[in-house]
């Protein structure tokens, strides 16, 4: 198994929803990554985890939180999230930090 | 922060012709990372680059690693419909900024049947 998985693909959401979106790789990667990404714009890093364990926090809002279940698995939490956070989230992971990153499909995200 | 500069901002070409986009950097860095994106998908992976001079192809694809180490190139020949989307150079920050994947704005290459 060489790819990242996304779920879901899309996902519409009001403002007082809370939904999480989920991430799974079955590489061996040790680390993980989640991205923001405006149409036409290039990805921008929200958050890595290395070993299972958070090394680089963006200065993202609280309204996202990261979870890291095991090594396979990385899931963002949303919650009271706002229109302007619509927007192409991406995984994706390494076999470290220092590799080449590998990404999802992505989910689609609508904020109403 | 760092800054990639990349160009052309967009490329709009002929099936056939060959492309060449290039990304330059006011730091050093140790590895050049060149991704393809389409419409509603995620990057993929064209090319990894870890020394200074290195060639590397994959296909019609041809990327170098400035002997710098502030600038990189990617070539396309013979462009096909396919080679439609758009490209991402991306270097990874050392130090304690290891993993951060910085990018340029992207190429937007059209190619024309």
């Known amino acids: 198994d060489t790819e990242v998985t996304q779920t879901p693909k899309h996902l519409v959401m009001g403002m007082t929803n809370k939904k999480s979106l989920k991430c799974e790789q079955h590489?061996?990667?040790?680390?993980m990554y989640w991205y923001k990404q405006k149409a036409k714009k290039p990805p921008e890093l929200m958050f890595v985890?290395?070993?299972?364990?958070?090394?680089i926090n963006e200065s993202v809002p609280s309204r996202f939180s990261p979870e890291c279940p095991n090594s396979s698995l990385l899931n963002l939490h949303l919650h009271a999230l706002q229109p302007e956070d619509s927007a192409l989230y991406l995984c994706a992971s390494s076999r470290d930090t220092g590799n080449e990153q590998f990404f999802g499909p992505g989910t689609r995200l609508t904020v109403l | 922060g760092q800054q990639l500069n990349q160009s052309p901002q967009s490329m709009f070409i002929q099936e056939g012709e060959d492309v060449s986009m290039n990304c330059t950097s006011s730091?050093?860095?140790?590895?050049w990372l060149w991704y393809k994106q389409d419409p509603g998908e995620g990057p993929v992976l064209l090319i990894a680059?870890?020394?200074?001079?290195e060639l590397t192809s994959n296909g019609r694809l041809t990327a170098q690693f400035g002997i710098t180490r502030k600038d990189s190139f990617l070539n396309i020949s013979a462009s096909i419909p396919s080679d439609v989307g758009i490209y991402f150079c991306a270097e990874n920050a050392g130090g304690t900024s290891y993993g951060k994947l910085t990018f340029g704005q992207g190429t937007i290459l059209t190619v024309h049947p």
């Open positions: 730091s050093i860095f140790n590895t």
């Open positions: 680059l870890y020394k200074a001079g």
């Open positions: 590489m061996g990667h040790r680390a």
């Open positions: 985890y290395s070993y299972e364990k958070l090394s």
